[in-house]
């Protein structure tokens, strides 16, 4: 479960697709500003999956690795998911432990 610091680098650059994309759409598409309002909510939730996204990738890569279910499942797919449901996921591992 330990991740070496260039691996947990490559995760974090790799992870700021998802929060860059979050404020480009909000800001361009949508015309709302993601710190006001009841949007700050989920700001805030893209931000905490930002920080916990290694962690949780880690978790999946490890549950996902030599698994026949794995081949319906593509790389990108279970990085999306792994960074939007970080939190649960780490939850869930934390309390088997």
């Given amino acids: 479960m330990k991740n070496n610091f260039f ?3 490559i995760y974090y650059v790799v ?3 998802y929060p860059v ?3 480009l759409l ?10 006001r309002g009841w949007i700050i909510i989920l700001t805030i939730y893209i931000l905490i999956c930002y920080v ?4 949780s ?5 490890e549950k996902t690795a030599d698994k026949k279910s794995s081949i319906f499942l593509e ?3 279970v990085l999306f998911f792994s960074y ?9 591992n934390k309390n088997k432990k």
Avoid: D, Q, V, W
């Avoid at 990738?57 to 890569?61: A, K, L």
């Fill in 52 to 55: 916990l996204y290694p962690f």
């Fill in 84 to 92: 939007l449901f970080g939190p649960f996921i780490l939850l869930k």
């Fill in 57 to 61: 990738s880690r978790i999946i890569s």
């Fill in 7 to 9: 691996e947990t680098l």
């Fill in 15 to 17: 992870g700021l697709i």
């Fill in 26 to 35: 909000m800001s361009e598409y949508f015309h709302k500003s993601a710190f």
């Fill in 75 to 77: 790389s990108k797919s």
């Fill in 21 to 23: 994309a979050y404020f």
